[in-house]
């Protein structure tokens, strides 16, 4: 007889303020992260993980490219990194490696993978105090399935996990709990990410990762990075050539901006210009070519080829995005294979439940983003759903520039001293 059990991650990424009720659930997990009270200068990576954080981004644009369909999106690659980052440590063999090539860690394995994540985890937030950005990790575990001892601390030492055991039999209690967690994780931003109808008795334990983020852009009360006397209704080029009316920000400074080959990009600064929000404008209506250029661009070359030397007019949509992707078919198509299959994955490092073996079944990831005159909020959500069976086997005038964001672009929100990607996505006005 076989027995199946599910095992979920689920990153709850970039999330700021909602107006619904809080769960309220008896000894609820705790939410714990690392909350810096002092501002670093800068996130300090050895020359080796900047080759990592290199490799993350050109893995966004892949993934970028992968989910476009023409459509509004967004979408979180270090969502996706955390959720992957934390699977690994169940992982080994070729499993393992087939997602730390992907990741971009290749034959420097889990450990470099797991420092990497914890020097982002504890440093992120530090960079800039006027970001609102928390990191939080937690596990809650079938008293059935314990984890194995070595995984526990793995979790515990590198991202900060709080990890509870509890009986799984009351579906309702354990979607409950999960929820409040979730929750008090994002300021109630994503308060409701499981229904009972989603727990299984037997699932073997429950992975959550959330990622608060909140931000103004630079500037002043005096003088805002947008005012909204400014916004009105303009024109919108559609990919297919139609126009419509979109509500359209507009300013004039002097932005950091680029023209690269074939497309133009914009560096709108948050708070204290830390963390950025990039416009990448393609100078002909084609959002499809920009993706496929930026296959072969390396994000840093384009960080490098900012420069504040222009007065730019900048129009930009006011939007609010939000998507669900199943990524199950895109990481196969990007490498990571044989997690999927339940016959040849890898996991045995996960639980200490001899006899049994686990493979991914499902990666879910739901984000949201919305950019207005005062700034922007952001949330993602990734679910990892792991299955088993007991039975399975084995100085000059400055210039003036027009940057007019009227027809479909892309964007991605960073942190500028690791150039890291946080979250990405395309604007096409449908």
């Known amino acids: 007889m076989r027995h199946h059990f599910f095992f979920v991650?689920?990153?709850?990424?970039?999330?700021?303020?909602?107006?619904?009720?809080?769960?309220?659930?008896?000894?609820?997990?705790?939410?714990?992260?690392?909350?810096?009270?002092?501002?670093?200068?800068?996130?300090?990576?050895?020359?080796?993980?900047?080759?990592?954080?290199?490799?993350?981004?050109?893995?966004?644009?892949?993934?970028?490219?992968?989910?476009?369909?023409?459509?509004?999106?967004?979408?979180?690659?270090?969502?996706?990194?955390?959720?992957?980052?934390?699977?690994?440590?169940?992982?080994?063999?070729?499993?393992?490696?087939?997602?730390?090539?992907?990741?971009?860690?290749?034959?420097?394995?889990?450990?470099?993978?797991?420092?990497?994540?914890?020097?982002?985890?504890?440093?992120?937030?530090?960079?800039?105090?006027?970001?609102?950005?928390?990191?939080?990790?937690?596990?809650?575990?079938?008293n059935k399935f314990p984890l194995q001892p070595s995984f526990k601390k793995t979790v515990e030492d590198y991202y900060y996990a709080a990890i509870d055991n509890m009986d799984f039999a009351d579906a309702a209690q354990i979607a409950a709990r999960i929820n409040d967690w979730a929750g008090r994780s994002t300021n109630g931003f994503i308060n409701k990410v499981m229904e009972p109808s989603d727990i299984s008795a037997d699932a073997a334990a429950y992975l959550m990762n959330a990622l608060y983020f909140k931000a103004k852009w630079a500037g002043s009360e005096y003088e805002p990075m947008f005012r909204e006397y400014g916004t009105r209704d303009e024109n919108f080029t559609m990919e297919d050539g139609s126009v419509k009316q979109v509500k359209m920000m507009n300013n004039m400074r002097r932005h950091r901006y680029a023209e690269m080959d074939g497309y133009k990009v914009l560096a709108l600064p948050y708070a204290g210009g830390k963390f950025f929000m990039y416009i990448l404008l393609p100078d002909e209506n084609n959002l499809q070519g920009l993706l496929e250029k930026l296959q072969t661009t390396s994000w840093d070359s384009i960080l490098k080829s900012l420069k504040q030397d222009a007065d730019v007019y900048l129009k930009l949509p006011k939007f609010d995005i939000e998507n669900k992707f199943n990524l199950k078919e895109n990481l196969q198509a990007l490498g990571v294979k044989r997690a999927f299959n339940g016959g040849s994955a890898q996991f045995d490092g996960m639980f200490d439940k001899p006899g049994y073996y686990f493979w991914i079944e499902k990666v879910i990831q739901k984000a949201r983003i919305s950019v207005a005159e005062w700034g922007t909020e952001a949330a993602a959500v990734t679910v990892v759903e792991m299955v088993g069976e007991s039975d399975a086997g084995p100085g000059e005038e400055p210039k003036r520039v027009n940057f007019y964001a009227d027809h479909p672009f892309a964007f991605a929100i960073g942190e500028a001293t690791s150039g890291t990607i946080l979250f990405e996505g395309t604007y096409t006005g449908k």
């Open 9 to 142: 991650s689920a990153m709850c990424i970039m999330a700021l303020t909602s107006c619904s009720k809080a769960v309220t659930v008896k000894d609820p997990i705790t939410v714990q992260s690392p909350a810096p009270t002092e501002q670093i200068t800068k996130v300090s990576l050895s020359d080796t993980q900047k080759g990592y954080v290199s490799a993350g981004n050109a893995m966004a644009f892949r993934f970028l490219k992968q989910l476009y369909s023409g459509d509004n999106l967004v979408c979180s690659p270090l969502s996706l990194q955390y959720a992957l980052a934390m699977t690994a440590n169940g992982a080994q063999g070729e499993t393992l490696q087939e997602i730390t090539d992907f990741l971009g860690y290749g034959a420097d394995g889990i450990d470099a993978l797991n420092q990497y994540s914890r020097i982002l985890l504890e440093q992120l937030p530090a960079v800039d105090l006027n970001v609102t950005l928390k990191v939080t990790d937690a596990l809650l575990v079938n």
